[in-house]
């Protein structure tokens, strides 16, 4: 589902640039592997470290002015390269379109990679990504498929979260909300993280969070392949607004800048702030 044609050309386009103390940031677009076109935005730091970030925002319209700002940080304060492409999702109930829109949105990110690695500066070994909620769900796929990860923060999400949201706006009982329900089952995001690889998760969740519960969070936690971190804030699903949430997570992209592939944690590393 997730496969694409490595050898297809890029076809980057850039719309417009704005450079200010040698922070460049680019508005682009790209052919991201399924029929069309992927927009994204890319900031590249005055002092490239050669570590590569990506950043997929949740909800089901573009959010990506919501991490403009963490990601100029990144950029300014480690030296990373950060894309963060636009993606969209329909609304619950077609099976074909919410296929069409996942594949889409985990072929954005991995041609994204492509463009980080080769049309941007081809010297970017390290690579990283941060997803939160829809973005979060993401980052589980793309942990499972996509090898040249180094580590991903997987922020706000669970394991039986997308049939339980999805089920409260689905007239219940009917067959096709049924088939619907086991076409997300087949899709939820514990049988991804679980697969075995080099990358590194840290998962991030809010106590308060009403949109992903803390046993869902807990759980996809536990079903992870070593290794693995969790922590756990006093705010609610917008993690953003918590400043030690932002705060650790930049502190485990920024072990990137070491070659160490973000560190070296315990696989049962449990903090709370």
């Known amino acids: 589902m997730f496969d694409y044609r490595h050898d297809a050309a890029l076809n980057v386009e850039c719309h417009n640039e704005t450079v200010t103390a040698g922070l460049s940031v680019r508005e682009l677009s790209y052919d991201h592997g399924a029929g069309g076109r992927a927009l994204a935005t890319l900031i590249v730091p005055p002092r490239p470290s050669g570590t590569g970030v990506m950043v997929c925002h949740g909800g089901t319209e573009d959010g990506r002015f919501w991490f403009i700002p963490e990601a100029t940080q ?28 996942m ?27 941060f997803g939160h909620s829809g973005g979060a769900f993401q980052g589980a796929y793309l942990s499972a498929v996509e090898p040249r990860l180094d580590a991903l923060v997987l922020t706000s999400a669970g394991a039986g979260s997308l049939v339980r949201l999805a089920a409260t706006t689905l007239p219940p009982g009917e067959p096709n909300t049924e088939e619907y329900l086991r076409f997300l089952e087949g899709l939820d995001p514990v049988s991804f993280v679980a697969v075995p690889g080099r990358r590194r998760l840290l998962f991030q969740h809010g106590r308060y969070d009403p949109v992903i519960l803390r046993p869902e969070a807990l759980r996809l936690f536990e079903a992870a392949a070593e290794p693995r971190q969790w922590r ?42």
């Open 232 to 273: 756990e804030y006093a705010c609610a699903h917008d993690t953003g607004a918590y400043p030690q949430a932002v705060a650790d997570r930049m502190e485990f992209l920024r072990n990137l800048n070491q070659g160490g592939g973000a560190g070296r944690p315990t696989s049962q590393s449990r903090w709370q702030v």
């Open 74 to 101: 990144l950029a300014l304060q480690a030296g990373m390269t950060v894309l963060l492409p636009a993606t969209w999702l329909p609304p619950h109930g077609d099976r074909r379109a919410s296929a069409d829109a």
């Open 103 to 129: 594949r889409v949105n985990v072929l954005t990110h991995r041609r994204g990679l492509d463009l980080l690695t080769t049309w941007v500066d081809h010297r970017l070994n390290r690579l990283g990504f």
